[in-house]
């Protein structure tokens, strides 16, 4: 029973280039949400895609975007990034939207901007 | 509305026991539980409803006090296969997650 994917596992950019994250759902799962965690502080909430759809979104600007296709695997896209987008980008799954299921982490991608 | 974990880091001897505490300054509609371990991702625990139904593991408990917006996370009888940063992840009914900044547990041989 595959897991959470995240790919890349590594990536290094520079400041104002633009980058894609990848991720596939664990087997089963319908619902992606996306997070950032800087060094030393827990996963912040990006956005979160169900039935192709964004359905819930924190506190982040427009150049965080994403998208979710009908396998149920979804992208994040990052528009102008700033040394401050250094981070790791997390992936969860979990089987609908509502916060009484658990969500099973990816292992991340480390995106470093220099 | 950051969720607020105490204490921030603690040290135990294998075979103690630990209580990890989070507080809202809202009403919580449920409470989650993750364990990451450095370089790994986070793995669930536990989860906690408002009305008491909790989802998790047999191993560590939890208690959830509506009327105190607190959750608390008991680990007994430490192993050192415990040792991380602990997260407390909250919601308000939004089906937004919103997690504490982490409480470091070490636990010593």
């Known amino acids: 029973d595959a897991g959470v994917t995240q790919s890349p596992t590594h990536l290094i950019k520079t400041r104002g280039q633009q980058v894609t994250l990848r991720c596939s759902p664990k087997s089963g799962h319908d619902t992606v949400s996306w997070y950032q965690q800087a060094l030393g502080q827990g996963p912040q909430f990006i956005f979160q895609y169900y039935e192709e759809e964004e359905r819930q979104r924190g506190n982040f600007p427009d150049r965080f975007s994403g998208h979710q296709f009908p396998n149920y695997s979804s992208e994040l896209n990052v528009n102008a990034l700033l040394l401050g987008d250094s981070a790791l980008y997390l992936c969860?799954?979990?089987?609908?939207?509502?916060?009484?299921?658990?969500?099973?982490f990816g292992d991340g991608t480390r995106l470093s901007i220099l | 509305q950051q969720p607020v974990q105490s204490p921030q880091a603690v040290i135990l001897r294998e075979g103690e026991d630990a209580v990890i505490n989070c507080s809202s300054s809202k009403a919580l509609y449920s409470v989650h539980w993750y364990r990451q371990k450095h370089g790994e991702a986070p793995i669930f625990l536990m989860i906690l409803l408002k009305g008491g139904e909790q989802k998790g593991h047999d191993k560590i408990s939890a208690s959830f006090n509506e009327k105190k917006q607190q959750s608390s996370l008991y680990l007994t009888a430490s192993q050192l296969s415990y040792s991380g940063t602990y997260f407390c992840g909250t919601d308000y009914r939004d089906d937004k997650i919103i997690f504490g900044k982490g409480t470091r547990l070490h636990i010593l041989p």
């Open positions: 969860a799954s979990s089987l609908g939207i509502g916060s009484n299921q658990p969500q099973h």
